[in-house]
């Protein structure tokens, strides 16, 4: 059964509650009786959405994986500038307005995670620069690049075979965007009932709950009019968390499923209906997490297949977005998998210590078995994901 059906009793009572909450507020003004098309909400003709912050650092995510890239091709990477633009320190961007901005990542950025992506950085230049003056191949144990099958791309990663560019970018889809979706804006402390949803913040034209709620949708990254459109995402909006659930729609039903329930929270937040809104977290809680793992399930199928092809380097990628993928469901409190089985797939399933050289075929269906155990909704797509 899809996911949106299994929630189908929420969405309608969410529905119920947005109409019946509106006769208990006296200002017509900020009410909003039925739930918008797209993510525009106003307050006397004047928008109250606000996620520019959320906005700037997907750009800046975008930007570093363009720089740390570069090593893929061959060329030196430097570390200094990778934290530059982790700290948005010394103008480091290409864009003058996330060099003006006064937002960062490494602030928004799970605690413990910080240090690793720097040690990351720190091994990207050094891996980096022996390819660019030896043209260094890896090896089981050697740092360096390996070809993507027989065209001409290829991945620089470290000693274990993780690739730079995807465990950076997709550890930062998960150790800060994902982190701040679920342990920040959507936890009671940004958006409960003690959280402010009267008075408008000074100078602005929304209250604190519902910019907290904005917040966490301008991380899933996704246009205001999602899913609408044919393509539903342009080229430049094909990234991320967005990207991802609309690659999972077809089977899963993922993106009215996520986008309504933002829709309808943020709807309920204005109406001052507490119920609708804790069930359309659930659902966003719920729906980003499958998301992830059917993501992390199609790369694992990409990998047996590339292992069963004798094709390490394409292996070696699948492998290093499925390993980041499932990495980052330990961000969510309510996550299905438990941290012992999250810690199983990283480190025995995809290798032993988590080194790609030892993953084996049987491994990774190990991995597959428990995601698709997990999470029922996959069952039957897993061998189409």
């Known amino acids: ?55 700037d650092r997907l750009n800046m995510v975008a930007e570093i994986k363009a720089y740390i890239s570069k090593g893929d091709k061959g060329e030196a990477v430097e570390a200094s500038v990778l934290n530059d633009m982790f700290a948005n320190t010394n103008s480091p961007f290409l864009s003058a307005e996330l060099n003006a901005s006064s937002k960062k990542l490494e602030d928004k950025t799970f605690v413990s995670e910080v240090q690793n992506i720097k040690e990351l950085f720190e091994a990207t230049e050094v891996a980096s620069s022996d390819v660019a003056a030896n043209g260094t191949v890896a090896g089981e144990g050697v740092a360096g690049r390996l070809q993507r099958g027989t065209t001409d791309s290829y991945i620089l990663v470290n000693e274990l075979g993780w ?90 039903g993922t993106n009215a499923l996520l986008m309504n329930a933002y829709l309808k929270g943020r709807t309920a937040i204005v109406n001052k209906d507490y119920v609708t809104r804790d069930q359309q977290r659930e659902i966003i809680y719920a729906g980003h997490e499958l998301v992830t793992a059917a993501v992390t399930v199609h790369y694992i199928n990409q990998a047996i297949g590339n292992f069963n092809d004798g094709d ?4 070696f990628h699948h492998l290093s977005e499925a390993y980041q993928f499932v990495k980052a469901i330990q961000y969510s409190p309510k996550k299905k998998l438990t941290q012992a089985q999250i810690n199983d797939i990283l480190t025995s399933n995809l290798g032993e210590g988590g080194d790609f050289w030892k993953a084996t075929v049987a491994g990774l269906n190990e991995a597959r078995n428990t995601l698709v155990t997990t999470y029922q909704e996959l069952e039957p797509v897993k061998d189409q994901l």
């Not at 390490?312 to 292996?315: L, M």
Request: charged share 20%; aromatic share 14%; with cysteine.
């Open 1 to 55: 059964m899809r996911l949106h059906e299994r929630f189908r009793v929420l969405l309608l009572l969410g529905s119920f509650g947005l109409l019946s909450g509106c006769g208990n507020d006296d200002d017509a003004e900020a009410q909003i009786a039925e739930v918008p098309t797209a993510y525009t909400f106003e307050r006397n003709g004047l928008s109250t959405v606000d996620y520019s912050g959320q906005t």
């Open 163 to 252: 690739e730079f560019t995807q465990f950076v970018e997709k550890g930062l889809m998960g150790s800060t965007f994902y982190n701040q979706i679920f342990n920040a804006y959507l936890t009671d402390a940004k958006v409960g009932d003690g959280v402010d949803n009267e008075a408008l913040v000074d100078g602005k034209n929304y209250t604190a709950m519902e910019h907290h709620w904005d917040e966490a949708f301008g991380y899933f990254g996704v246009p205001v009019d999602f899913p609408a459109g044919e393509p539903v995402l342009e080229a430049s909006e094909r990234r991320f968390w967005g990207h991802y659930t609309n690659n999972m729609d077809a089977l899963l």
């Open 312 to 315: 390490i380097g394409n292996a």
